[in-house]
C-alpha cells in the first residue's frame, strides 16, 4: 500500500480518484506544526535552534497520517510546490520519524503543478528527496519574522501606546503608503492652461492639433500659467493663417504581454475584475485546487503562486494550435514567443499561470463556474493565449501646422491599428486607465492650407501621485524586490486588519496610527525599515534557497546588529518619543491654514500649545497648559474651529445660553456628538443634550442646542386619551411619551419641531404595526426538515428573509434567492442554529416520538436514570492572526477546502 500526503482535503479526493485503491491519499491540511507564540522558540543564543508545536488540529492530523501509514510500504510527500510546500512535508516527515512509524517505509517527495492525472501520475513516477535547501530557506524566513516580531513589537508596546505590531515585510509596506501620503500633502498645484486648435481641409474634413509653439517659443507643460496668457496665445492663434508644414509617418508594433505570475494576476484582476488581492488568490485557489466536470474533478489552472513568466513546450503547444484553430494563421507569429522574468530575485520554479487545458474555452466552463470564478478564469485563459498571438500593428501619423507668420505651431496626432494581432483578445489593463491611443487623422499633405475653425483654451493643475491601489501597490513592493509575490495579499490584509490603512474608493489612505508607527521605526530603526536592506535581506533568502549560503549566517549577520538598535531604545523616555513624533508629523496634524493664525495655538484656553500627545490608548492631541486647560482631540487634520477633517474635534463654543449666561458648547464623548451647558464641577454635572441621528455638527447653531437643552418637550394632550404627550431624546433615540409608553420616533421626523396632530398619527400608525406583528405570518412551506423535526417556512421579517423550523431561525444569506429556496438548502441554512440551540438546551428542534412508544417511555421520575452526556466533537483550534502573518513565504488559505497554513502570532495582542 503507499499512502500520498497532500495539504488539503479536497486535493486528495481528486488525486485519490487518479491513482487508484492501491494508494491512499490523505490531507495534513497545511501545517501540523509551528513555533509557539511566546518568548523563546527560537534561540539567538544557542545558533538559532527552533522548537516546534504540533497543536491539537495538528495532533489529530498527525495521528490520522501515522494511522495511515503503519503497513505502508512507501510514502509520498505531494505538499504545494513550493518553499512552504517543501517545508509542510518536511514538518510531515520530522512528526513521522518522531512516532517510530518509518521503519521499513520508504519516503519520496513529489511535485506537480496542476492537479491533472497526467501530471500526478509523472510526478508519482519521478520522486525525489526533500530539498533541505528550500527548507532552510523556509526556517531563516520563519526564525526572522519571529524575531522581528517578538522583538520588535514589545519596544511599540512599550514607547508608541496604542499600536498593535510590526513585521519585517509588513512596516515597509505601510512605510510605502505613509511616504506617498506625505507627498500628497506637501504637494503644491500649479495652474497651467493648453490651447486646442479645430481645423478643417480642404475636403471638409475635421481634425484637432494642440498649440506647441508660440512666437517661436516651444512650450512646455506650465509656459501658460494663467488665464491671462493663455487668452493672450488664443488671440495670437485667431489673427494667424495656417498650413501643414510637415507630416510624419510610421508604423509600431505592439507586443503582448508575458503570462501571469502571482503578482501580474493580482493586480490585473484588480483593475479589471475589481478584486482584492486575498480575493484573487482565493478564487484561483479553487479553481487551481479542482471543479467539478462531468462527475470528475479537474484542476482548471496550474499552480497560482509563481514568479515565474515560462511556459511549457506543451502549453505553447496548446496556444499555437487553438490560435491557428479559431483566429487563423494571420494571427500566428512564425515562432513561439520566449519571456523571462524582469524581477531580480524571480525564482523562476516552475510555469507561469496558465490553464491546464487551453482548449477549455471559458464559454464552455463558465456553467461549472461560480461569477467570480468564471471571470477569473477567462482572464487567466484569454492572456495565456494572448500572449503567444501575432503582434499588434499600428499605423501612427503625427502633422505640424504652421502659421504663415511663423507666430504659432501646433501638432496633430493620430493612430490606427492596421492589423490587431493579439488585442482581438486581450488588451493589458492600466493603473490610470486612460486610453493612450488616438484617433484617427484625416489624410494630410505636406503644404496643404487648412481653415481655423475654433480655439479652445483649457485650464489644468498639476495632480500629485496617486495613492497606492492594491494593484499599484503590489507592483512597487515587486519592483523593490520586497517579499515574495505569494505573501502580498497578506500583508495587505494584515495592514487593513491592524487599522494602519484603510481602503477608500480603491486606493490606500494610511491612518494616523499607521503613520505613527511608520515614524516610530524610521526614527529609531530605519535600518530594517530601509526598501534596500529589506530588498537585500530577500536575496540573501533567496541564495539559501539556492545553496549558495548558509541560512544561520544570514541570521547571526541579522540578528547581531538588530538586538543592539533594540537595546538602545530601552533608555528612551516617552517624552524623547513624543518630541520626535511631534517635529515629524507636525506639519501633518498642524498645517498652516494660510488665515495667518497659529495652528498649533490651543483653541480652548489660547495661551496653551497644541502638540501630540501620548496614552494608554494610543496618541491624542493635547494642550501643553495641562492639568490647567484640559482640552483634546483625536489625531486628526485640524481645520479649524474646533473641526478636523470635516468632524468635531474638540470643544466648540456656540454662544452663552440667554437664561443662564453659561456657555454652551459642542463636544464630542464615546458615544457621539452633544451639546453641553457650562462646565460644572465634581458634585454638580452639566447638563447635556446628545445630538439625534443624521444631524452633522456643522448644523448645530446656538438657537438648535438651546431647543435641545430644553428637551423633553411638552407636545399637547392627546385628543382621545386625554394623556399628556411629551418629545424628548432617549437612550435609544428620539421618542414621544404617551402616559407611560414611549414610542421611537421614525427616520425624518424632527423631535425639536414636531406638532400635536404629527404625534398622533406616528402613534396611532406604531400601534397598528404592533398589531400586525401580534398576528404571526405562517411564512411559505418549504417542506419536512431532513430530521423529522419540523415543517421548514420561508418568512419575510424585519431585516429581510429568513427560515425557521421549531422556533429556530436563520437568515437568508443575500446571495441565495429566497424565492429558488428549498427544504434541503434551507435545513443546511439552519444546521449551525439547531446545533447551537441544542448545545445550549433550548432547543425545541427534537424528532417527535410516535404516541405509543412516548406512552411505553414513561417512568417514575425517582428511578429515572441520568442520560450519559454526549461526547463534543472537539472543536477545531481558532487560528491567531499573526502579527507578522504577512511576512511568511505563503499565505493563510482561506477556502473552505483549503486547510490553513497557520502561523501563531508571534506577539500576544
Known amino acids: 500500500m503507499n499512502v500520498v500526503i497532500v495539504e488539503s482535503p479536497a486535493k486528495a479526493k481528486t488525486i485519490n480518484k487518479y491513482l487508484g485503491s492501491d494508494y491512499t491519499v490523505i490531507a495534513s491540511y497545511g501545517h501540523v506544526r509551528d513555533l509557539p507564540p511566546k518568548d523563546g522558540s527560537v534561540r539567538p543564543d544557542e545558533d538559532f535552534a527552533m522548537s516546534w508545536e504540533v497543536e491539537d488540529r495538528g495532533a489529530r492530523q498527525v495521528s490520522e497520517i501515522a494511522k495511515a ?6 510514502v509520498f510527500l505531494a505538499t504545494d510546490p513550493d518553499r512552504e510546500g517543501e517545508a509542510i512535508s518536511w514538518h510531515v516527515l520530522q512528526c513521522l520519524q518522531d512516532r517510530k512509524v518509518l521503519k521499513g517505509v520508504e519516503v519520496k517527495r513529489v511535485v506537480f503543478h496542476e492537479i491533472t492525472k ?10 525525489r528527496d526533500i530539498n533541505q535547501e528550500l527548507v532552510d530557506a523556509y526556517l531563516a524566513r520563519r526564525a526572522l519574522d519571529y524575531l522581528v516580531g517578538f522583538t520588535l513589537s514589545p519596544v511599540l508596546w512599550r514607547k508608541l501606546p496604542g499600536s498593535r505590531s510590526a513585521g519585517r515585510v509588513q512596516s515597509v509596506a505601510l512605510r510605502l503608503i505613509c511616504e506617498r501620503e506625505s507627498e500628497i500633502e506637501i504637494f503644491k498645484s500649479d495652474e497651467y492652461w493648453s490651447v486646442d486648435i479645430d481645423f478643417l481641409t480642404a475636403k471638409s474634413e475635421n481634425f484637432t492639433a494642440r498649440l506647441t509653439h508660440l512666437n517661436g517659443k516651444k512650450l512646455d507643460k506650465l509656459s501658460l500659467g494663467e488665464k491671462g496668457a493663455a487668452d493672450a496665445a488664443v488671440a495670437v492663434v485667431n489673427a ?3 498650413r501643414v508644414a510637415s507630416v510624419e509617418k510610421k508604423q509600431s508594433k505592439r507586443h503582448p504581454a508575458p503570462p501571469f505570475t502571482t503578482s501580474t494576476l493580482q493586480q490585473e484582476a484588480s483593475r479589471k475584475l475589481g478584486f482584492g488581492a486575498q480575493q484573487t488568490m482565493r478564487v484561483a485557489q479553487k479553481l487551481y485546487e479542482g471543479i467539478e466536470l462531468g462527475g470528475e474533478t479537474v484542476g482548471l489552472i496550474s499552480y497560482m503562486r509563481t514568479d515565474s513568466v515560462t511556459l511549457s513546450g506543451e502549453a505553447i503547444g496548446g496556444c499555437r494550435r487553438l490560435i491557428g484553430q479559431d483566429y487563423g494563421d494571420t494571427y500566428l507569429p512564425s515562432s513561439p514567443r520566449a519571456y523571462k522574468s524582469k524581477a531580480a530575485n524571480a525564482q523562476e520554479a516552475h510555469e507561469a499561470i496558465r490553464p491546464t487545458d487551453l482548449f477549455r474555452r471559458p464559454k464552455d466552463m463558465a456553467r461549472y463556474l461560480d461569477q467570480d470564478q468564471a471571470r ?13 498571438m501575432e503582434s499588434a500593428v499600428l499605423d501612427q501619423v503625427a502633422a505640424d501646422l504652421k502659421a504663415h507668420d511663423g507666430s504659432a505651431q501646433a501638432r496633430a496626432n493620430g493612430s490606427t491599428i492596421l492589423f490587431d494581432g493579439f488585442l482581438k483578445l486581450y488588451l493589458e489593463g492600466r493603473d490610470d486607465a486612460e486610453d493612450e491611443e488616438s484617433g484617427m487623422l484625416p489624410p494630410l499633405t505636406e503644404g496643404d492650407g487648412v481653415k481655423r475653425l475654433d480655439t479652445r483654451p483649457e485650464q489644468h493643475f498639476t495632480q500629485p501621485p496617486p495613492r497606492y491601489s492594491e494593484a499599484s501597490l503590489v507592483k512597487k513592493l515587486e519592483e523593490l524586490g520586497i517579499g515574495r509575490p505569494s505573501t502580498y495579499a497578506s500583508i495587505i490584509q494584515v495592514l487593513q486588519d491592524r487599522n494602519y490603512v484603510v481602503l477608500e474608493q480603491k486606493r490606500f489612505v494610511p491612518e494616523d496610527r499607521g503613520r505613527l508607527v511608520t515614524t516610530f521605526l524610521a526614527s529609531f530603526f530605519d535600518r530594517y525599515v530601509e526598501y534596500d536592506f529589506t530588498a537585500n535581506l530577500e536575496s540573501q533568502l533567496d541564495d539559501i534557497s539556492a545553496g549558495r549560503i548558509d541560512w544561520r549566517a544570514v541570521l547571526r549577520a541579522f ?7 533594540v537595546d538602545g531604545t530601552k533608555d ?15 506639519d501633518h496634524f498642524f498645517p498652516d491654514r494660510g488665515d495667518g493664525k497659529n495652528p498649533r495655538a490651543c483653541p480652548a484656553c489660547t495661551e496653551g500649545r497644541l502638540g501630540l500627545r501620548l496614552g494608554r490608548t494610543g496618541g491624542f492631541i493635547g494642550c501643553s497648559n495641562y492639568p490647567e486647560c484640559r482640552y483634546t482631540r483625536a489625531l486628526a487634520i485640524d481645520g479649524g474651529d474646533g473641526e478636523a477633517d470635516g468632524e468635531l474635534a474638540g470643544p466648540k463654543l456656540l454662544g452663552d445660553d440667554p437664561a443662564t449666561g453659561l456657555p454652551i458648547t459642542l463636544r464630542k464623548g464615546p458615544y457621539g456628538v452633544y451639546v453641553q451647558l457650562g462646565e460644572g464641577d465634581k458634585e454638580n454635572k452639566p447638563k447635556r443634550a446628545s445630538l439625534p441621528a443624521g444631524v452633522k455638527p456643522a448644523d448645530v447653531d446656538l438657537d438648535r442646542a438651546i431647543s435641545m437643552l430644553a428637551l423633553p418637550r411638552t407636545i399637547g394632550k392627546h385628543p382621545e386619551t386625554g394623556d399628556e404627550m411629551t418629545a424628548g431624546i432617549g437612550r435609544f433615540g428620539p421618542y414621544i411619551k404617551h402616559g407611560k409608553a414611549y414610542t421611537s420616533l421614525p427616520k425624518g421626523e424632527d423631535v425639536l419641531t414636531i406638532g400635536l396632530n404629527r404625534a398622533v398619527v406616528v402613534l396611532a400608525e406604531a400601534a397598528e404595526r404592533a398589531k ?3 398576528v404571526k405570518d405562517p411564512g411559505k412551506p418549504l417542506g419536512p426538515h431532513p430530521g423529522g423535526i419540523g415543517d421548514i417556512a420561508l418568512h419575510d421579517g424585519k431585516y429581510g428573509p429568513y427560515v425557521e423550523v421549531n422556533g429556530v431561525r436563520q437568515t437568508v444569506p443575500k446571495n441565495i434567492d429566497p424565492a429558488t429556496l428549498t427544504a434541503d438548502q434551507a435545513a443546511a441554512l439552519l444546521a449551525p442554529k439547531l446545533l447551537e440551540a441544542e448545545k445550549n438546551g433550548k432547543s425545541k428542534a427534537k424528532p417527535k416520538a410516535k404516541a405509543a412508544t412516548a406512552s411505553k417511555a414513561k417512568a417514575p421520575a425517582k428511578t429515572a436514570a441520568k442520560a450519559p452526556a454526549k461526547a463534543k466533537a472537539p472543536a477545531a483550534k481558532k487560528t491567531t492572526k499573526a502579527a507578522t502573518a504577512d511576512d511568511g513565504d505563503a499565505p493563510a488559505k482561506t ?3 483549503r486547510a490553513r497554513r497557520t502561523k501563531p502570532a508571534p506577539v500576544a495582542e
Do not use: M
Not at 497526467?118 to 520522486?127: E, G, K, R, S, Y
Not at 540578528?559 to 538598535?565: G, M
Open 69 to 74: 501509514v503503519k503497513g505502508s510500504t512507501r
Open 118 to 127: 497526467a501530471a500526478v501520475l509523472h510526478a508519482v513516477a519521478n520522486p
Open 240 to 242: 494667424a493663417q495656417f
Open 376 to 388: 477569473l478564469y477567462e482572464l487567466i485563459w484569454k492572456r495565456t493565449i494572448a500572449c503567444q
Open 559 to 565: 540578528w547581531e546588529p538588530f538586538i543592539k538598535a
Open 572 to 586: 528612551l523616555t516617552i517624552t524623547q518619543v513624543i518630541d520626535t513624533l511631534d517635529a515629524a508629523l507636525g
Open 772 to 774: 400586525n406583528r401580534a
Open 895 to 897: 477556502t473552505p477546502t
